[in-house]
């Protein structure tokens, strides 16, 4: 019979052997002189970390594992995605070098590494649910769905997240209800380099403010709409492509390119990075009848 205490201590090892191996590339990320969140180098001069630990764009520095801090600005981020991009000038930074990893299994250790104001902090738990890619709720493309069951401070948002064998599946943040998740590096490798270069990810953009609704039931059957679900137009930017094509506040869009939209978050689920400039045709329910609307989908302002 095996000795459990020699597992234990195996283990324990193996664990420990990880953080001392990848812990060059950790940071700590400070704003106003506080530290807000954790990062790790994605090249010698850019950080990747968590746009939502990130309250300002000024004043941020980083904290290296020899005690130096340096100081950088944000490069641009995308809060969809929660993945924010700063840069420091000449480049010293060690950048990760661990491969990604290929396979995600539910139960499986992992190890969450941050950089703290006393050095190097690790988090262990266990990937609790594995999946495909989804939407977040600000409409963000994510490439696969990891929630972790491990204990993660705010503080901690945008630590390195590494499986046993030390192979790297992404960058931890707080999702809904502060629940751990990872935004997985497929993510992060799609997004950082559009950061890099233009500071921002152009998403599909209307300019309309929106309200999910029901429709009233005789409306619905008077015109043979295969759902009651719609979204309101509740105000319109003057200077925006739904404005240019006729839209108006009141207007309930019940389709796009003959595709329901059951709600605000489906509507905006559709407007993609790969939206922007495509034609495209609203159906909507005005004053009880049915109108239409060509659009051009532009380009967020804000995005």
């Known amino acids: 019979m095996s000795d459990p205490t020699n597992s234990l201590l ?26 807000v969140a954790s990062g790790f180098a994605w090249k010698a001069d850019a950080v990747i970390t968590a746009s939502d630990a ?4 000024d004043e941020i520095a980083l904290l290296l594992g020899d005690g ?28 990760l070098s661990s491969a990604a990893a290929k396979d995600v299994r539910v139960g499986a ?3 969450a590494l941050g950089r703290g104001k006393e050095g190097v902090t690790a988090n262990l738990g266990m990937v609790s649910t594995a999946g495909g890619a989804w939407q977040s709720l600000r409409g963000g493309s994510i490439d696969s769905l990891m929630r972790l069951d491990m204990r993660l401070e705010p503080r ?3 630590a390195l997240v590494i499986d046993a064998d030390g192979a790297t599946l992404g960058m931890a943040v707080l999702g809904p209800r502060r629940r751990p998740l990872v935004i997985p590096m497929p993510t992060i490798e799609r997004i950082a380099p559009r950061l890099l270069t233009d500071g921002r990810i152009r998403r599909g953009y209307l300019g309309l403010g929106l309200q999910s609704l029901r429709l009233d039931e005789a409306l619905a059957q008077a015109h043979a709409l295969p759902s009651r679900r719609g979204v309101m137009v509740v105000s319109v930017d003057p200077n925006g492509p739904a404005r240019a094509a006729g839209v108006h506040v ?18 905006y689920a559709r407007l993609t990075p790969e939206s922007v400039g495509r034609n495209a045709e609203l159906r909507m ?18 995005s």
């Open 250 to 267: 009141g207007d309930v869009i019940i389709s796009l390119d003959g595709e329901a939209v059951p709600g605000v978050r489906s509507l």
């Open 156 to 158: 901690r948002e945008g």
């Open 54 to 57: 990130l309250e300002a764009d």
């Open 10 to 35: 195996a283990l324990s090892q193996a664990l420990s052997g990880l953080v001392e191996r990848l812990a060059n590339p950790l940071v700590g990320v400070l704003s106003h002189g506080r530290l």
């Open 109 to 111: 250790l992992v190890l």
């Open 285 to 302: 329910v005005r004053a009880g009848g049915i109108a239409t609307a060509k659009v051009t989908i532009g380009a967020s302002p804000n």
């Open 68 to 95: 130096r801090t340096l100081q950088a600005t944000l490069t641009g981020r995308d809060p969809t995605t929660d993945i924010a991009l700063i840069g420091v000038r000449n480049g010293t930074l060690a950048p």
